[in-house]
């Protein structure tokens, strides 16, 4: 069971890796909106992924938290 959540969790990260790469590319304004969309709906699912797989609380760092915290 957890190797399944492993590889769905992988095929996701993959899935947002090659969205990103796309949107570094030329695209009409339908394209981007389309990668855009699927890359929300990707991040979205690794995280319900996770939730489920690992249900211990996890917080993802945010970055500007991060930035002010290292100040400090």
């Not at 790469?21 to 690794?46: V, Y």
């Not at 249900?55 to 993802?60: E, I, L, N, R």
Request: proline share 3%; charged share 30%; glycine share 0%.
């Amino acid at each position: 069971m957890i190797d399944e959540k492993l590889a769905l969790l992988r095929a996701h990260r993959n899935n947002i890796s090659r969205y990103q790469r796309l949107l570094n590319t030329e695209l009409t304004d339908f394209e981007r909106r389309f990668i855009e969309r699927r890359l929300s709906e990707e991040r979205a699912a690794i995280e319900n992924v996770a939730a489920s797989t690992f249900p211990v609380a996890f917080q993802t760092p945010n970055r500007a938290t991060e930035s002010s915290t290292a100040l400090l």
